[in-house]
């Protein structure tokens, strides 16, 4: 197996991996309000989250960028309570350009405090490694794949419940929305750096 390959693989079982269920919850909750016929801008959200954890991931894996690995496990599930909340606070399940983009921005800086919880995971496996940028662009690459597996499972789950079963897409997301509240808030307290 190539290098590209083994990094590839690590980023997609890292973050698809169900150990990692905060990043799993933190993806589906991004996108709760989002239906199939929006994947365009559902691509553009999950690439505003690449782009925030892709640079931190690097600047943290070279030293550049130093922060407390209790406060980035606590900050993880606060970025899932501040999305969850976000998304009961809309009103309608039209889509709203303004809430698009102030989605697209929190994305974006949620994605910095990801990155720094990737990047203590990468830095254990680039210890052995002499060149960091191959393994670096492939685990990044890893990651993006495995974002767009769940985007696509929360998508397709959206269209059978909502078109088929006619489930609400309000109801989806409360109940998505709901259990990123739930689930932050209990990780949270188990997380408090304090």
Same mark, same amino acid.
């Given at each position: ?21 905060d ?10 309000v !989002?239906?199939?016929?929006?994947w365009?801008k559902?691509?553009v959200?999950?690439?505003a ?17 130093r922060i ?8 993880i599930?606060?970025?899932i309570?501040i999305?969850? #909340? ?10 709203d350009?303004d809430i698009?983009?102030?989605k ?16 203590? !995971? ?7 490694e002499s &060149? ?5 662009f492939?685990f ?11 985007? &696509?499972?929360?998508l397709?789950l ?6 088929w079963?006619h489930?609400?897409?309000?109801d989806?997301?409360?109940?998505? &929305?709901?259990?990123g ?7 949270m307290?188990?997380? #408090?750096? #304090?």
């Amino acid at each position: 197996m190539s290098i590209f390959e083994l990094y590839l693989n690590l980023g997609i079982h890292h973050i698809a991996d169900l150990r990692g269920y905060d990043h799993i919850l933190f993806i589906s909750t991004l996108i709760a309000v !989002y239906q199939l016929k929006h994947w365009k801008k559902v691509i553009v959200l999950v690439t505003a989250f690449t782009i925030g954890h892709s640079t931190t991931l690097a600047l943290a894996t070279l030293h550049i960028l130093r922060i407390s690995p209790d406060w980035i496990e606590f900050l993880i599930p606060v970025t899932i309570f501040i999305t969850a #909340f976000i998304n009961l606070l809309q009103k309608s399940d039209n889509f709203d350009r303004d809430i698009h983009f102030f989605k697209y921005l929190t994305a974006l800086f949620f994605g910095l405090i990801h990155g720094l919880g990737f990047s203590n !995971y990468l830095r254990s496996l680039l210890g052995a490694e002499s &060149s960091f940028v191959w393994p670096l662009f492939s685990f990044n690459l890893g990651i993006e794949v495995g974002q767009f597996i769940i985007v &696509s499972i929360v998508l397709a789950l959206n269209l059978v419940l909502v078109k088929w079963v006619h489930i609400r897409q309000r109801d989806w997301r409360l109940v998505i &929305s709901g259990a990123g509240l739930g689930v932050s808030l209990v990780l949270m307290g188990n997380r #408090f750096p #304090f």
